[in-house]
C-alpha cells in the first residue's frame, strides 16, 4: 500500500426525496442560485419546477443554464461564467450527470480564475507544467441523475476544447469539492436504459483504473472493497435496466458509482486513469457517450495483457471476478456489455482503421507525461497504445 492522504468534505444527503431539502440547503450557502443543466430537460418531468418552488419558499433568487451538451465544452462553459459575473451569481447547482455537474464546476471556477482564459485551468497537456489550476470557486452542490461519474464527491471536472477536439480534467482539490451532494435515487428512475448501462460501465472502469494499476505491496484491503462495489453493479445492472422503476435498486448503483470515485476505494492504490485517458480522445472525437468508450478500453486492455508476463493484476481479477482466465473472463464481460445494449468496439462508434494514427498522436499530445509514456503501470509507449486502440476496432 502507498503512503496516501485522505479528504473529502463533501456533505452527502442520500435518499427517496432528499432533492425536497434543496432549498434549505441552498440557502446556506448562497442567495443567487444558478442551475446548470442540459439543453433538454424534459425527461425530467416537473423536477425543475419542484426545484424552482422549493429555492423561492427559501427567498432565494435563481436562474436556469440550461445550455450543457454530452461532453461539454469550454464555450458552454465561457458563457456560464459571462452570467454568474453578470447576474452575480453566489451558488451553483449542477443536476444531471457527469456533463452537467463537470460544466458546473468549471463555471464555478471560471468565475474566480484569474490566470487568463479557463483554457489555463485544464490539463490539455501531462508533459509540461503550462496549467494552471484554481484557486478558488463558487460554493457548489449537485444533484445527480445518473450513477456514473462520481462528480458529485470528488474534485474533478472533464472537459472538450471544441477547438482542438481534446478532453482532459481539471483537478483542484482546494476548492472543486462540491459543499453537498443531494443524491435521490428516485431521480434516476425515467434513465433510459443504455444511459443506465453506461453509468455502470463507468463505475466499474473508475475501480479497474486503480485496481489494474494498483502498483507493490499489499493490496488486499483495497482488492478486496473494490471487487465488492464491481461486483455489487454487476449483479444489479440487469436488474435495474430490466425494472427501471425499483428506487432500492437505482440507489445502490447511485452510491456505488459516488465510493467509485470518492477516494474511499482508490487511498493507497496507484492514481492515473490511462483507460480514460484513450477513451477521452474516442468521446471528443466521434461524441462518444463516455461509458461506452470504457467499456470498449477495458476490454482492449484486458486482451492486451492476457499474454504478457505483467498482467499477474488482470489475472487476479479475471479469476476473483469470474473464476476463468483472462481472455475467458474477458469474452464474458464483453458478453454482458452486449447484453445490456453497450457498445464493445470502437468500430461501433464510426471508427476506421485509418483513423488509428491520430487517435494515437491525440493521446501523446495530451496524456503522455514527460518521459514520454502514459502513466500506468507499467508505463504504456506510444506503440502500446497503437496496439490496444487495434485490438478494440
Known sequence: MNNFEYYNPVTVVFGE??????????????????????????????????????????GLEYIDFL???????????RKGIEICKSEEIDLIVGIGGGSAMDCAKVIAAGVKYNNGDIVNMI?????????????????????????ATGS??????????????????????????????IIDPKLTVSLPSYQTACGAIDTIAHILESYF?????????????????????????????????????????????????????LSGTYGWAPMHQMGHVLSAKYNATHGATLATMILAWMRYFA??????????????????????????????????????RISEFGVVKEDIDSLVDNVVSVSFDSSGKLASVPPITKEDVRKIYEISL
Request: proline share 5%; with cysteine.
Open 307 to 344: 499474454n504478457r508476463s505483467d498482467n499477474i493484476r488482470y489475472e487476479q481479477f479475471a479469476n476473483r471476478m469470474f473464476g476463468k482466465s483472462i481472455s475467458e473472463a474477458t469474452d464474458e464481460f464483453e458478453s454482458l456489455m452486449k447484453s445490456i445494449g453497450i457498445q464493445t
Open 123 to 147: 490539463a490539455f497537456s501531462h508533459s509540461d507544467s503550462s496549467q494552471v489550476p484554481p484557486t478558488e470557486a463558487l460554493p457548489t452542490i449537485m444533484i445527480p441523475t445518473l450513477p
Open 17 to 58: 426525496n432528499e432533492v425536497n431539502k434543496i432549498g434549505s440547503i441552498a440557502k446556506e450557502y448562497g442567495k443567487k442560485v444558478m442551475l446548470v443543466s442540459y439543453t433538454d430537460i424534459s425527461f425530467y418531468g416537473d423536477l425543475f419546477e419542484r426545484i424552482h418552488d422549493l429555492l423561492t419558499k427559501e
Open 67 to 77: 445550455e450543457v451538451t454530452a461532453n461539454p465544452t469550454l464555450q458552454q462553459a
Open 213 to 265: 494499476n494498483g502498483g507493490d505491496g499489499n493490496l488486499d484491503l483495497q482488492d478486496r472493497m473494490q471487487e465488492g462495489v464491481i461486483r455489487t453493479v454487476i449483479d444489479n445492472i440487469t436488474t435495474v435496466i430490466n425494472n427501471p422503476g425499483n428506487v432500492e435498486t437505482r440507489g445502490v448503483m447511485q452510491w456505488a458509482a459516488s465510493i467509485a470515485l470518492n477516494g474511499w476505494l
Open 152 to 181: 458529485e464527491m470528488n474534485p474533478t471536472a472533464v472537459i472538450t476544447d471544441e477547438v482542438t477536439i481534446k478532453k482532459s480534467y481539471v483537478w483542484a482539490p482546494c476548492c472543486l469539492y462540491p459543499k453537498v451532494a
